[in-house]
């Protein structure tokens, strides 16, 4: 539960933990040691062993600038 | 007429460059925004063990987006190799008035999205690394058909509630 509104107009919400919580940004989360925790070893294999894909391949580093 | 974008390094001296950086109004948007112009990618940036990068890409005189690139840790292969490291893509985004194609180009190659995440592709794989992963929000349409295009595959949506997704390198 959760008090919200202004003085004199309080109400009791009920709110799950996660919709209480600011939720992690992914930015962050990438950013984290663990980051990949929890992905099935399945689907992480089917990803990295599948052929690599002619966009990557043909990527192309765009010319540099300095300040 | 090919689209003119170019990559500079971003460094903890460079953020009034990217103040007023804005990128839409959804929430992945609006996180982005905050990274970029906050102390969070300074913070990023200054801590050697993730081994971050991030770049601002520019036309002409114009901010056009970021992107940026980190270190992560796997074993591979799976389940029980070593751990060994692998490139993430923490975070990127255009700025709006730069999305969709640039004025002049027919080609869908030549969008700035598409320049801007070739680019980090080819960064990744000067890593040495064999793949690169990210996140992404599973209500960001646009971002997950472009990670599609060049090869992503998603897996399992996360405990968390992101999308995750990665390739080989």
Redesign the interface.
Known sequence: MIATGSAGDVRQLPVSYAECCVPISPIDLALSPDALSGISAEDFAKVMSRPIAATTLNAKLLPARTR | MATI?????F?AA?TA?VQGFICGSEE?EL??AN?ITGQ?VIT?IA?S??E?QVWL??SGDFLVGFGSL?K???P????DGKHQN?A????LAIQSTFKGKPEGVTEKSEKFSN??M??L???A??RGV??L?????PKNTPAIRLYS???F?A??L?????L?M????
Do not use: Q
């Open positions: 974008l170019e990559a500079c390094e460094t460079m460059d992945w996180d982005m990274w969070r990023a801590d063990k993730n971050a890409y520019y980190a992560t840790r796997w591979w292969p799976m389940p692998l993430i893509i923490p975070a320049l801007l070739s680019d592709i080819a960064k794989r000067l064999p793949g992963v990210l996140f992404a929000h295009g060049f090869g595959i897996f399992e996360g405990k968390n509630g992101f995750r990665g390739m080989p390198l």
